[in-house]
């Protein structure tokens, strides 16, 4: 089975979310079940030895922003095709933003070029290769579906929703100059509102839908979830699955990992503690203490709940516990973290940016993370927790939901719990969580037993795999029942 990937980026060559992770681990995770994956990434100034290096397959005059080329190359195991169009792609900073922390005013053209070509490729472009199936990924690749849609005999394409807050919003008067449709452009077609939506044409199009946890599937459906797309994701239902995320199992893996002060393992967890003395000295927190070392490694935005923790902090601090605070974002957050470091010392520790080395330290060496997120598709940073004997503290939604085992007396007496959920949404409801995992941590024994259970749970690829694998081939068998 031969699938084309389409993505704005991929682990490990360009990332600045969890969408990078899912796409560069999938063409490993499903090589084992006879999938052949090639992955069609822009062509990114951190890709430029990767495009000198491999081979040019295909090249245009005029595509949206000038001409370009296709490249192949293949890299730690993936097979990429690079789209090298300099006008589009050859400049500096955050893929998608200017200097300004504003959108590239090209972002439309940007993107429906990589979806132009993908459609390209997907209908035959190459002498020899031609995909069975397309994998579309976000908006940035949604208006794939649509070119296919145009074009004679298209292969099927299913559309992956990595988070529905980002649709791809553009103008309509740019329809003509991207190779659109007029007829596209209906309530039942592209249009959103007055506007293209590249994720609702991926939507609209696609054959099959998934999105990255069964939870997040079902909120979609919901106005508080749904971002205007809720109504077409409930008439699609039957064609919507949630299938969760997985982690790299050799990159996140405490018994062999360079970033961490001392490895360890489930049958031997003594050496954590020295991964929580490196991670207190970096972070200038106090040694001892009765309460656990909490850790934050995110985007620092008010989706992700963290103006909450800000509000949880005194409570936090008054039972001895301490907070290591890894990230960047939203201006005013990051001010607030920075503060609440001054104003207790010793307690709160914050590093303003991202360290990846030091993320994995972090999970090495915390007793618990806090995820308090307002929605969340899936979540990696609690599975990387799971993996770590890092007990998730988690806001029940999305994946976080499916993916965390909360320890309430039931799940203690049956012996399941990994780790500690809470809802609804709220300052004293995430407080609250907080003093139960500070209740749990002073009972060692249970806290032992549930880092063994958080370990031993599964977050790798397998499952996942093996269900994407088959909607691939379900995709495929109603394709040629109706042709």
């Not at 001054?342 to 914050?350: A, E, K, L, M």
Request: aromatic share 8%.
């Amino acid at each position: 089975m031969k699938v084309l990937s389409v993505a704005s980026e991929c682990a490990p060559f360009v990332k600045t979310g969890g969408l990078a992770d899912v796409v560069g681990a999938l063409p490993k995770a499903l090589a084992p079940l006879g999938v052949s994956m090639r992955v069609l990434l822009p062509g990114y100034p951190a890709l430029g030895p990767l495009l000198k290096e491999g081979k040019t397959l295909w090249e245009a005059e005029h595509l949206p922003g000038g001409p370009a080329r296709l490249v192949s190359v293949e890299s730690g195991g993936i097979d990429l095709l690079l789209l090298d169009a300099p006008d589009l792609y050859d400049r500096p900073g955050n893929i998608y933003l200017n200097g300004d922390g504003q959108d590239w005013s090209d972002n439309a053209q940007r993107f429906a070029a990589l979806s132009m070509v993908a459609a390209k490729v997907a209908t035959g472009a190459l002498a020899d290769w031609q995909p069975d199936l397309v994998h579309l990924h976000d908006w940035q690749a949604g208006l794939t579906a649509a070119y296919l849609h145009q074009s004679e005999n298209p292969p099927p394409c299913i559309t992956t929703i990595h988070n529905i807050a980002f649709q791809g919003l553009f103008d309509p008067i740019l329809m003509t100059d991207l190779s659109l449709s007029s007829a596209l452009y209906t309530s039942e077609g592209i249009e959103y509102f007055g506007r293209i939506s590249f994720l609702k044409a991926g939507l609209v199009y696609a054959d099959r839908i998934t999105t990255v946890s069964p939870t997040y599937a079902a909120e979609l459906m919901q106005p508080e979830f749904g971002m205007g797309l809720e109504g077409l994701l409930s008439a699609r239902s039957a064609d919507l699955s949630g299938i969760l995320n997985g982690i790299d199992l050799d990159v996140w893996d405490p018994e062999n990992d360079p970033a961490l002060a001392a490895p360890y393992s489930v049958k031997r967890l003594k050496p954590k503690a020295e991964n929580k003395a490196a991670v207190l000295r970096r972070f200038g927190l106090q040694p001892g203490g009765d309460g656990p070392l909490f850790c934050v490694i995110s985007r620092l935005t008010t989706q992700k709940g963290l103006d909450l923790l800000l509000d949880a902090l005194p409570a936090l601090v008054s039972r001895g516990a301490r907070l290591a605070v890894l990230g960047s974002g939203d201006a005013g957050l990051e001010a607030g973290f920075v503060s609440a470091a001054h104003r207790y010392p010793g307690s709160v520790g914050v590093i303003i940016g991202y360290d990846e080395p030091l993320s994995h330290l972090m999970q090495g060496g915390s007793d618990a993370i806090v995820i308090p997120s307002r929605f969340e598709p899936c979540g990696l940073t609690q599975l990387y927790g799971l993996r770590y004997g890092t007990l998730p503290v988690v806001a029940r939604t999305g994946g976080l939901a499916d993916t965390v085992i909360d320890a309430n007396e039931a799940a203690r007496v049956a012996g399941c719990a990994t780790g500690v959920q809470f809802a609804p949404v709220t300052a004293d409801a995430l407080e609250q969580a907080l003093m139960r995992t500070c209740d749990l941590y002073a009972q060692p024994r249970e806290w032992a037993g549930m880092m063994r259970r958080a370990m031993r749970h599964p977050v790798g690829w397998d499952t996942s795999a093996a269900a994407y694998h088959q909607i691939y081939a379900d995709v495929l068998s109603t394709r040629a029942a109706q042709e």
